[in-house]
């Protein structure tokens, strides 16, 4: 499995951004799926953004679609998710997730990290 570490949460005002990052390191990282996930306090964890393993294909919550990126660094094994215009409704510890499997052709996450605090204030 991959040890995931995030940064970067923090507090801002809605219409603000964020940069979360997550550096993974134990495996190798440029063949997995990646993403972010978030969970808001009584929710259900949801998948925010996912991106494959070649950085070409991404896809994202309906509630972040032109908000939030999801790009990846495959040297520097990490992965971001550039937050811009964020919502209260945003506010939500978020968590990075590898895939289980290498060159797989669907997201299958196995390996989470701690988390990070995102605070939208209105």
């Known amino acids: 499995q991959a040890q995931l570490v995030e940064s970067g949460g923090g507090q801002v005002q809605a219409g603000g951004s964020l940069r979360l990052s997550c550096a993974a390191s134990?495996?190798?990282?440029?063949?997995?799926?990646m993403g972010w996930f978030r969970q808001a306090p009584g929710k259900e964890r949801e998948n925010v953004a996912t991106i494959r393993w070649d950085g070409v294909s991404t896809s994202y919550a309906d509630s972040v679609k032109g908000r939030f990126t999801i790009s990846r660094d495959n040297a520097k094994k990490t992965v971001y998710l550039q937050m811009n215009n964020l919502k209260p409704e945003d506010t939500a510890v978020y968590y990075c997730?590898?895939?289980?499997?290498?060159?797989?052709?669907?997201?299958?996450?196995?390996?989470w990290g701690q988390g990070t605090q995102v605070t939208v204030s209105s």
């Open positions: 997730a590898a895939g289980r499997r290498p060159w797989a052709t669907t997201p299958d996450f196995g390996s």
């Open positions: 134990g495996r190798a990282f440029s063949n997995y799926f």
